[in-house]
Nanobody, 128 residues
C-alpha cells in the first residue's frame, strides 16, 4: 500500500496545461516538506519545487518558475502541481516525495536522498 501516490499524468499538446496530484497518507502535525521531481529519459532527476505543508511556502526551481505552481490541500492530504505552457522538454516521469516533519530548503531540490518516501511516478508526454 503506497504512502505517496501521484496521478494526473498523460499526453498533452505543446502549449497546453496539465495538473498532477500527489496523495499522501498522512502529514505531520508540525508539517512536512513535499517535493516534486522529474526524470526525462537518459537524464538525471531534476528537482522542480518543494512545499511546506504547514504554511504552504513553496520553493521553485528556476527552470519552472512562472510556469509551474504547487499548492496544498490539507483536508484531502493532496499536493498539486499545475503545469502551464508545456513544451516537449517537459516530457518526463514526474515524482512526488516526502520528507516528514521537516522544513524545506532550496538545496533539497538537488538532494533527493533527503526524501525517504517516494511515489511510483506518473508519466507526462508533451507533443508538438
Amino acid at each position: 500500500l503506497a504512502q505517496v501516490e501521484e496521478s494526473g499524468g498523460g499526453s498533452v499538446q505543446a502549449g497546453g496545461s496539465l495538473r498532477l496530484s500527489c496523495r499522501v497518507s498522512a502529514f505531520a502535525r508540525t508539517g512536512d516538506c513535499v517535493g516534486w521531481f522529474r526524470q526525462a529519459p537518459g537524464k538525471p532527476h531534476e528537482g522542480l519545487a518543494n512545499i511546506e505543508t504547514d504554511d504552504g511556502d513553496v520553493i521553485y526551481a528556476d527552470s519552472v518558475k512562472g510556469r509551474f505552481t504547487v499548492s496544498r490541500d490539507l483536508a484531502s492530504k493532496t499536493i498539486s502541481l499545475q503545469m502551464n505552457r508545456l513544451t516537449p522538454e517537459d516530457t518526463a516521469m514526474y515524482y512526488c516525495a516526502v520528507r516528514f516533519d521537516a522544513f524545506c530548503y532550496r538545496r533539497y531540490l538537488q538532494e533527493l536522498d533527503k526524501f525517504p518516501t517516494w511515489g511510483r511516478g506518473t508519466q507526462v508526454t508533451v507533443f508538438s
